[in-house]
């Protein structure tokens, strides 16, 4: 039987790195009894961080599926990495759940990918419960933290536990709804509540009326009685503050040491009873609920069961063998085995309700982003609003041959995460492999390596030059060969003229009385064009120019197509030389967001990475600079923004436009391509 909706509890787990995600997903796992021992990073034991990747690594590279069952309900927690290159999973996550589990460092407090976090789940209308974690380490403070939530992230986050204790002295968890402590032996199973010890009353019910405070505000009914001063039920509390939670008027905040399993049962509590079911709040996936649908955000390669896609119910039930249709490639789907997981353990499953989220193996044709249906219909498949790439490598096979097997493999990878993304640029040619941060990069250069077999190597790419004219000029090609046999003749004259903005080709074919015939203009053509695709600066394509073809002549018998196409090259060649012509380079819009500390010295950069400011919005705590760059100056950004920033910096670009690079530059860029075409030519 699936699970009703109304039993079921989606919650992402976000953050930023190293906030103990997956350590208190491992937690939670452990107090409801769905795994048997705590697991820990430094063991490479925990059920969410389960990859090779992740335990050389000690950090989460993927979302991760668990369940646990708690007060009767099924919480899926979805466990996600906190680093801004794997991002995407983090986003995929939130786009499928009611509610978030936002966890930030007591000694921390707010950092960049908490705000992030915070905002994704704040664009989808998500219920939001703030976990302040660590709170057993040097310097963590918990009236500090809940202090930076409030000025940084809401001032509606409310503190619903409190620390007993501090640092190493921390010895458990006030449950401020249920008004009980938890203080059981540090890494066992937390056992049952106790009495809240008597030191602590005062700081106890000093918080416990702010809680009150805040949740009678959002309901009339109880604020009024509550002025009365009247006891209000804990059952009415939790009641009004899960639909507080529900609407986003309140953010509880919730205090563990997940490595010590403290304060777990009192988040569970939370989870069930603060974040709103699939029944209670409907998330907008646009996609109606008649029959069945469900939606895929994650794919895992899975090393023994192949691909698995993990979807979330939509409406309907998805059942095991049975048929859905993929909206996207419009083929039909046979659903084998429905799984539940813990993340790489699963379990077969019959099937999962409206609502609910679990996998499934083997589908041929569908990955992330995709909608599964039972019967086609007029919807949008909802977007996963992914992150472009930021930064690219050129890839190269280091064993000779080795080129196919790598663009299968990259291809896959990409497959599974779509913020991975392989081209080939058509301009230098390179395959260009690009993401979302350096180690995101080298992640996948690890995994074509270990699940493929082939190593590769990472290259900074070639920027795409381009060269253009700034001048009219006119020249003539004559291709002549007479000499015994049948002869080679082509004449052409033509003139250049720069078009608007640098960009596009025309040909404009202006013969009068047939001094070249007919057939022969398009091959002057074509042999412009082909002299174009290598300018004589750089080597470079040219473009933003117009050819006019005025004059020429001709040979009865020795004239071919192949002679006009070297006339009209030559022709180009010279002319070319005598219109001004310039090296372009690509400018990108680049966006950076950095602690305001650091605006100084970023900008700084920026400008002697010939960098032109266009802005700066500060906001809580964080500026974000947007400037143009060209690209030959921000290809090695990410270390730089690292050590200025102390990692604390996140950037994105996207290219804006081509622009002409200055002299001085464009000698060198001139000096070296001319270097690299003698040796080449050695
Ligand atoms: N002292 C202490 N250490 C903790 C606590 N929670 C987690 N850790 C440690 O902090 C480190 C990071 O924990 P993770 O669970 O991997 O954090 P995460 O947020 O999942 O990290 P990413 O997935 O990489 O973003 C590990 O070394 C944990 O053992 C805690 O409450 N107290
Ligand atoms: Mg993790």
Redesign the pocket.
């Known amino acids: 039987m699936p699970v009703e909706p109304g039993k079921i509890r989606n919650v992402a787990v976000v ?10 997903v491992e937690a939670m796992l452990f107090q409801a009894g769905a795994i048997n021992r705590l697991g ?3 063991a490479g034991s ?1 059920t ?2 389960w990859d090779d990747d992740e335990h050389n690594r ?3 590279l993927a979302a991760s599926l668990c369940h646990v069952e708690w007060q009767g309900r099924k919480i899926n927690l979805i ?1 996600t ?3 801004p290159g794997f991002q995407g999973d983090m986003i995929a996550a939130l786009r499928v759940v009611e509610g978030a589990l936002v ?1 930030v460092s007591a000694v921390m407090g707010v950092e960049v990918q908490t705000s992030r976090a915070w905002q994704r789940a704040e664009q989808y209308d998500l219920s939001r419960v703030v976990v302040v ?5 040097e310097r963590a403070d918990f009236f500090r933290t809940l202090e930076s939530l409030r000025d940084q992230l809401s001032p509606r986050c409310v503190a619903v536990h409190l620390p007993i204790g501090a640092e190493h002295e921390l010895t458990g968890v006030v449950d401020l709804l249920h008004m009980k402590a938890y203080t059981s032996p540090e890494g066992e199973r937390e056992a049952a509540p106790s009495e809240i010890p008597g030191e602590f009353e005062s700081q106890v019910a000093e918080y416990r009326e702010k809680l009150l405070d805040s949740v009678v505000e959002t309901d009339e009914a109880l604020m009024e009685r509550y002025l009365d001063g009247q006891e209000l039920s804990d059952e009415e509390v939790a009641h009004a503050l899960k639909d507080a939670v529900t609407r986003g008027e309140i953010f509880p905040v919730a205090c ?5 399993n403290l304060g777990t049962t009192a988040l569970l509590d939370l989870l069930v009873e603060g974040v709103p079911s699939p029944a209670k709040k409907h998330i907008d996936l646009g996609v109606g609920d008649d029959g069945t649908a469900a939606f895929v955000f994650k794919t895992i390669a899975d090393p023994f069961a192949g691909r698995i896609n993990v979807l979330r119910v939509i409406s309907g039930e998805v059942k095991s063998d049975s048929t859905l249709a993929n909206h996207r490639s419009h083929s039909k789907e046979r659903v084998g085995q429905l799984l539940a997981l813990q993340g790489k353990e699963h379990t077969q499953q019959e099937a999962f309700g409206a609502g609910d989220i679990g996998a499934v193996a083997k589908l041929k044709d569908t990955t992330t982003g995709d909608l599964l249906l039972d019967a086609e219909r007029e919807v949008e498949t909802p977007e996963l609003g992914f992150p472009e790439p930021v930064m690219s490598f050129a890839v190269t096979p280091k064993a000779k041959g080795d080129e196919e097997k790598v663009g299968t493999a990259l291809r896959r990878l990409s497959e599974e995460d779509p913020t991975l993304v392989i081209r080939r640029d058509p301009q230098t040619g390179e395959q260009l492999l690009s993401g979302l941060s350096q180690i995101h990069v080298e992640v996948a250069v690890d995994r074509v390596r270990s699940r493929f077999g082939a190593e590769v190597e990472l290259h900074q790419p070639r920027v795409p030059y381009l060269e253009t004219i700034r001048k009219e000029s006119r020249a003539q090609g004559r291709y002549k060969k007479q000499t015994g046999g049948r002869g080679q003749f082509g004449d052409a004259v033509i003139v250049l003229e720069p078009l608007e903005g640098h960009q596009g080709y025309e040909f404009a074919d202006e013969i009068v009385g047939g001094v070249i015939p007919q057939s022969f203009r398009p091959a002057v053509d074509k042999g412009i064009q082909e002299a174009m695709q290598h300018g004589e600066l750089a080597g470079a394509p040219v473009q933003g120019l117009r050819v006019r073809l005025i004059d020429g002549s001709y040979h009865s018998v020795d004239s071919s197509e192949m002679a006009f196409k070297i006339a009209g090259s030559l022709a180009f060649k010279q002319a070319y030389e005598q219109a001004d012509p310039v090296l372009l380079e690509p400018i990108m819009d680049v966006e950076v967001t950095v602690p305001d500390e650091s605006v100084g010295a970023v900008n700084g950069d920026l400008n002697s990475r010939r960098g032109r400011l266009q802005g700066m919005e500060p906001k809580g705590g964080m500026t974000t600079i947007k400037a143009e760059v060209p690209m030959s100056e921000i290809l090695t950004y990410s270390q730089s923004l690292t050590s200025l920033t102390g990692g604390r910096g996140d950037y994105h670009m996207s290219f804006a436009r081509y622009e002409e690079v200055p002299s001085h530059i464009a000698q060198k860029i001139i000096a070296e391509a001319k270097q690299d075409k003698e040796e080449a030519a050695v």
């Open positions: 953050g930023h790195r190293s906030t103990g995600k997956t350590s208190l820990t990073i430094e925990t969410g961080d000690q950090m989460s466990d990495p906190g680093d966890t974690n660590m709170l057993d380490r563990a040491v997940a490595t010590k």
